[in-house]
């Protein structure tokens, strides 16, 4: 069965190849499912990146049919509120505030809002309500940047 983690694999070297990063994939699998690919660069992305990235997925896509029956690809910027995936994200991202939802419980929660203050031997460090709460990147379901608008 296809994961994000099987997708991303396939895809990413794909996307790198064309000049972007893969920041995220979103898999929504069922009757009309649904890859969502969040792509980024330094000078930004446009509608021309993303049809050029949606061009060559798609592509790799037909050719390797991870997915069963008919799905829908998109293709888009990460957006102000970009998610943090890898431990290279939560290190060109510390100082920032960032919302984060672990897996399994860190000191009684699993959802935090705070100020990364980076991540060390795959170890994310966020600073919150005056604490240092630690955990580790193999336990984040999910994390954000949080917009400072």
């Known amino acids: 069965m296809v994961t994000n983690d099987t997708l991303i694999q ?17 898999l929504r699998l069922g009757a009309h499912s649904l890859v969502r690919i969040f792509i980024g660069n330094e ?6 990146d993303c049809a050029i990235v ?3 997925v798609s592509g790799v896509l037909d050719v390797e049919d991870p997915l ?5 690809l998109e293709v888009s910027s990460p957006g102000i509120d ?3 995936r890898t ?7 510390a100082g920032s505030v960032i919302k984060l939802q672990a897996k399994a419980l860190v000191s009684g929660r699993k959802r935090f809002k705070g100020t990364l203050q980076g991540i060390e031997d795959d170890v994310i460090t966020l600073e919150v309500d005056g ?6 990147l193999e336990n984040v379901h999910s994390a954000r940047l949080v917009p400072d608008l």
Request: hydrophobic residues 40%.
């Open 54 to 56: 949606s061009n060559q």
């Open 43 to 48: 000078e930004g992305i446009s509608l021309e």
């Open 131 to 136: 604490s240092e709460v630690q955990i580790d």
């Open 87 to 93: 431990a290279a994200h939560f290190r060109v991202f």
């Open 82 to 84: 970009r998610p943090l």
């Open 68 to 72: 069963p029956g008919h799905f829908t």
């Open 10 to 26: 396939l895809l990413e070297p794909v996307v790198q190849s064309l000049g972007y990063e893969l920041v995220d994939l979103e």
